[in-house]
């Protein structure tokens, strides 16, 4: 399960976190890749910034320079700063992860893959 949190309404230029925390019934183990997408109204869902396990990061170039994704590995959390906010980003944010790795109550080791979390509304408006 991913939890997201953080958006609002917020005017352009201002700056928004949002944060991201995969948990479950089971111990994880593994996370690979989490990641931001987001929809706008009448749009496709887009990537807006991943970060792969060894910590190298991805960015839309229409997000270069603004939004910096971190995680925090003993968290199993992953956040999206976002700075100088256009009109433009206004969408539903989305936390994904490429992959879960946990262990049940048996002590099994189990894997899930793409999973999506319930978006969170960013609107960038004056």
């Known amino acids: 399960q991913l939890q997201a949190s953080g958006g609002g309404l917020v005017q352009p230029g201002g700056s928004l976190r949002l944060s991201c925390t995969a948990s479950g019934s089971g111990t994880i183990f593994l996370i690979n890749r989490m990641g931001w997408y987001r929809q706008a109204p009448g749009k496709q869902r887009e990537m807006v910034a991943t970060?792969?396990?060894?910590?190298?990061?991805d960015y839309a170039d229409s997000v270069k320079g603004r939004f910096t994704i971190s995680g925090d590995n003993a968290k199993n959390a992953v956040f999206l700063q976002m700075n100088n906010l256009k009109p433009d980003d206004t969408a539903v944010y989305y936390c994904?992860?490429?992959?879960?790795?946990?262990?049940?109550?048996?002590?099994?080791?189990?894997?899930?893959?793409?999973?999506w979390g319930r978006g969170t509304l960013v609107t960038v408006s004056s």
């Open positions: 994904h992860v490429d992959e879960v790795g946990y262990k049940d109550s048996r002590g099994m080791e189990r894997y899930i893959f793409d999973v």
């Open positions: 970060i792969p396990s060894d910590s190298r990061t």
